[in-house]
């Protein structure tokens, strides 16, 4: 059996609740900040604990957010890193197409001086081959009229000769390869000669004529063979950069640059059919025109002298 004064204990209680809701529901109606008081009052006490979880809290929410981030950022960096890579590609491709188109040009304009028939082909690869050490591959063959023992040449002149033909590529003998020959004449003076390839973009001169004189700067041009094949006259095949002084010997010597640049081949032209006559010298390059110093003219205009006073 339950005990009153139990009982009459939790009356009490409620009672006494009741009656302090009611005493501060009229307090706060009638603006006395009672509940007000009681929360800042509560929150000045809290303020150090929260502070101090804040400060233990904070760094573990920076090393989460840095860690966000800078997952944000290496994603942003590989992005950028291949747009930049995109970006260069298209650039190197840009610059190889404008030079293709360069040389295209430069071998269209010396083929129509030159009253040529010619086919245009792109450069696939150089290399060398199990016969020779100086070759290239070219992306046209016996389907656009090429045959073996045809002349190549560029925009500045003699590159080679076709050596293998497959029907959509062909192989061409660079003039710089040492088994290849070619027989030339020098422009000043019509004297002719052997031309060996040394390498590189080199040639080797072996003048037939011992009479007649080798100068730096020679222009060479090519003689012709019977039916124009393997080469046809007046291509330009390079200039003299040393002649040897001896005129004992049974033939003079002199080192050649080659017109052509055989190490940065794009655009090759195949001579399928050369001109009825000889071009003679007409197709020798021109050479280059110095750049013109710009002179700076200074006029000095006289002052008037003071005239002498007069006491």
Known sequence: MASPSGSNRGRLLLVMLLVSSLLLITLDLRGVSVISGIRNGVGTALTPVVKVGNWVVTPFKNIFSDLIHLGRTRSTINDLKEENAKLRAQLVQKKNALGQEQQLKQAL???GRANWKTVSARVLAQGSTISFTHTVTIDQGSRSGIKQNMTVVNGHGLVGV???VFPNSSIVLLASDPSFKIGVRIARNQSIGILSGQGSNSGLLELLDNTAKIKKNDI?????????TPFVPGVPVGIITKASDSTNSVAQVAD????ANLNALGIVSVVLKASESNPG???????????????VTVYATPTASPSPSKS
């Open 281 to 295: 010298n007409a197709l020798i390059p021109e050479a280059p025109k110095p750049t013109p110093i710009p002179t």
């Open 220 to 228: 060479l041009l090519s003689r012709g063979s019977t039916n124009n």
């Open 109 to 111: 304009d010396l083929a």
């Open 256 to 259: 050649v640059s080659f017109y």
């Open 162 to 164: 076709v050596r293998t």
